[in-house]
């Protein structure tokens, strides 16, 4: 385990904080970072989030010299300054003027607490505490950088809730057909047919077929009599899955579902679209429809009991269709997560 700490006032327990912070999580849309120092929270650390010559930086949102939140600064062509004593940090978060002793080397100790970050698919992703002997990957988007797919990122929103509670609604095929009724679901098709999750180095996979459509309810456009739709599930644990949904013919929609543990009761939610048809529709259309199905799902995310996610089988009752959501336990215990369970 890393031996980087849980900042104070954390509201994970520390061994699942340190678990945690050695995998990738998203923590903003790559379009919202320029300049200008940006704030985020990943696992209740506070983050500020900037870009210089090209580069992101993210790095703990405080001043070495005396606590400032550098959030509350602004950003010149060499980088952030902080508002206090005009301290200014550009590329790997390194010091690079102090106004008030212009010809002082900077000491090391001026340096910000930067992280390890990667852009991939329109997002900001963080690693607090990289496991050197063991690092994690990043997750994989299937279809983003393939010819003829739109890339569309929508923006970002938070849920009060526990991430893998967020999580495992996205995974679950059982509830669309009560929750999804107003965006794509049919009331009346409620049986989930059989499916068998695939275990798999950073997860598992599922295919799920079924007769549930993914067209809007309202719209003119409607799969022919009879088909059997695909919608292809990849886990990435903990906390990141995709979907991909086979329209018929060669259409195909990829959404991600990158649920990011602000803490462990708030999740900022992002969701990449990967789509090779209807790219004449304006995205902002693809954006409403998706939060709109994401809005559905927030009542029942943040109303669930307990709050977290009980990885112990035997404080739940389950069903058949429950198949995903026991492989998605499963795996997180399996990398040693406590029981997420908290009265």
Request: charged letters at 20%; proline letters at 8%; aromatic letters at 10%.
């Amino acid at each position: 385990m890393s031996s980087i700490t849980p900042p104070a006032h954390c509201t994970f327990e520390p061994d699942d904080w340190l678990r945690l912070a050695q995998q990738w999580h998203p923590v903003a849309r790559a379009c919202d970072i320029t300049g200008a120092p940006e704030k985020a929270t990943l696992l209740d650390e506070q983050l500020v989030v900037y870009r210089i010559k090209g580069q992101v930086v993210v790095a703990r949102d405080v001043c070495p010299h005396r606590g400032v939140p550098l959030t509350l600064g602004f950003h010149d062509e060499h980088g952030i300054v902080c508002p206090y004593h005009g301290l200014r940090f550009g590329e790997q978060g390194r010091c690079n003027r102090i106004p008030s002793s212009p010809d002082q080397a900077v000491p090391a100790k001026l340096h910000l607490t930067t992280y390890q970050v990667e852009e991939r698919y329109g997002l900001i992703w963080v690693c607090l505490a990289p496991d050197a002997d063991n690092p994690a990957p990043l997750p994989s988007m299937p279809h983003w950088d393939d010819a003829g797919f739109q890339q569309i990122n929508c923006p970002g929103f938070e849920v009060n809730g526990f991430a893998g509670r967020q999580v495992e609604g996205f995974l679950d095929v059982a509830h669309f057909a009560w929750v999804h009724t107003e965006t794509f679901a049919d009331a009346s098709n409620q049986v989930v047919p059989e499916y068998a999750p695939r275990e798999t180095d950073t997860g598992f996979v599922v295919d799920y077929w079924s007769s549930v459509s993914n067209f809007a309810a309202n719209s003119p456009q409607q799969a022919p009599e009879g088909f059997e739709w695909l919608r292809h599930f990849e886990m990435h644990l903990p906390f990141t899955a995709t979907l991909t949904i086979h329209f018929p013919g060669e259409s195909r929609l990829v959404i991600m579902n990158a649920a990011s543990p602000v803490s462990a009761r708030k999740t900022r939610m992002f969701a990449p679209i990967a789509r090779n048809f209807d790219l004449h529709v304006p995205v902002e259309y693809v954006h409403a429809f998706n939060l709109r199905v994401f809005e559905e799902d927030r009542l029942m995310v943040e109303t669930q009991k307990p709050e977290r996610l009980p990885l112990d089988l035997s404080l739940e009752a389950h069903i058949p269709a429950d198949r995903s959501s026991i492989a998605y336990r499963r795996g997180l215990k399996r990398m040693g997560f406590g029981d997420f369970f908290l009265v």
